[in-house]
């Protein structure tokens, strides 16, 4: 799509909608100007985002559909898939503190937005990115070189940072009045908050939100994901939030929940995975309090009775009575087993991912 694309209106733009305050009040500037937004809001198991919802992103998701709504735009919401395990296993420009592959998500986003105009024929893409914000992707020569590797160069609008940038396409079209558009920098988030409190934007869950991929604890059980399978899919890294992880030196992965919660969560996500191989086998604390366990291995071994009392012992209540009774929950029909005490955990201990 160029800007003489005869189906495309100068009019017509999209906007990246995280429903965080930056992008928020890039949409309202840019609105307010008489343009035709389209949000376009991206959710992935690895939003940190501090409002409610589920572990899939859903809490930024509602946030974006919340200012979508309250705007008057319409919003599409694209969740991040297989495609985008491979951004996050194969960066061609390098990754973060963690795991998080921030030029490359960034080009990602960039072309999937681009496709996305052309679909609605939009002429410009805007985003509430501030120069300086972010270490990786918000520097100068990283926003140059992800416009150019996306195919976004010259139309991509920041009203926020905006006089930081040469004129873009809208701008010199006069489209868009550079006048009114901003020169923020940096991490600080002063200017926004005031200029919020202008235009009447109230509710801002999120300024910043978050990541997990760039947190270095988060980052070694990815890593240790990938580096045990070739196949990995976004439920194996959506399990990576729920519980305590364990690499066995047979290879064996143990996952352990924590509490009532984690417990649900994890036999839930293991549920969905009982058509892969190999598939998780999942047990659950019967008759007193204690944790819920999935063990992924080559071979299905029904009965790790060894393995089963270490992980019991140590993680039931002290006080309760061996032999502890557990079930044996997926795969095939549930049955009950006697899992003998064992308190040296030593073995398993050595194997704990983030300790
Ligand atoms: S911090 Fe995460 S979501 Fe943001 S650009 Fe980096 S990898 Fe993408």
């Not at 873009?168 to 940096?186: A, F, M, Q």
């Not at 045990?228 to 194996?236: F, G, P, Y």
């Not at 398993?348 to 983030?354: A, E, F, H, I, T």
Request: contains cysteine; hydrophobic residues 35%; glycine residues 8%.
């Amino acid at each position: 799509m160029t800007p003489k694309d005869p189906t495309s209106s100068p009019r017509r733009a999209v906007i990246l909608l995280s429903g965080g305050l930056d992008s928020t009040l890039a949409a309202r500037m840019i609105a307010d100007q008489g343009i035709e937004l389209h949000a376009l809001h991206f959710t992935s198991p690895f939003c940190t985002c501090s409002r409610g919802g589920d572990s899939n992103g859903a809490g930024c998701h509602s946030q974006a559909q919340v200012v979508a709504v309250e705007m008057g735009i319409p919003i599409k919401t694209i969740v991040k898939g297989q495609d985008y395990v491979d951004v996050i296993r194969n960066p061609s420009h390098g990754r973060g503190t963690g795991m998080n592959p921030c030029i490359d998500c960034r080009i990602y986003t960039f072309r999937t937005a681009k496709t996305y105009m052309a679909s609605i024929g939009a002429s410009f893409l805007v985003t509430g990115e501030v120069i300086g914000q972010r270490p990786m992707s918000q520097r100068a020569d990283s926003i140059h070189f992800i416009e150019k590797h996306s195919g976004c160069r010259d139309i991509v609008l920041r009203p926020l940072s905006a006089h930081h940038f040469e004129p873009t396409l809208p701008e010199r079209e006069g489209w868009v009045d550079r006048e009114k558009l901003l020169g923020i920098t940096g991490r600080s988030r002063k200017e926004q908050i005031a200029l919020a409190e202008d235009l009447g934007v109230v509710d801002y869950p999120c300024p910043a939100g978050g990541c997990l991929l760039a947190d270095k604890t988060f980052a070694i059980k990815v890593r240790d994901l990938f580096d045990h399978s070739d196949d990995v899919t976004m439920a194996d890294l959506n399990l990576l939030k729920v519980g305590r992880h364990f690499r066995l030196a047979d290879g064996r992965k143990v996952v352990v929940s924590q509490n009532k919660e984690t417990n649900r969560r994890l036999e839930s996500l293991c549920a969905a995975m009982q058509e892969r191989s190999p598939f998780p086998t999942v047990y659950y604390s019967q008759g007193c309090p204690g944790p819920s366990v999935a063990i992924f291995g080559t071979k299905w071994e029904p009965e790790p009775m060894a393995l089963l009392a270490k992980i019991y012992s140590r993680y039931t209540k002290p006080d309760t009575a061996s032999p502890f009774l557990v079930r044996i929950v997926s795969p095939g029909e549930p049955r009950d087993i006697l899992v003998p005490r064992d308190d040296d955990f030593s073995e398993v201990q050595d194997g704990m991912l983030c300790k």
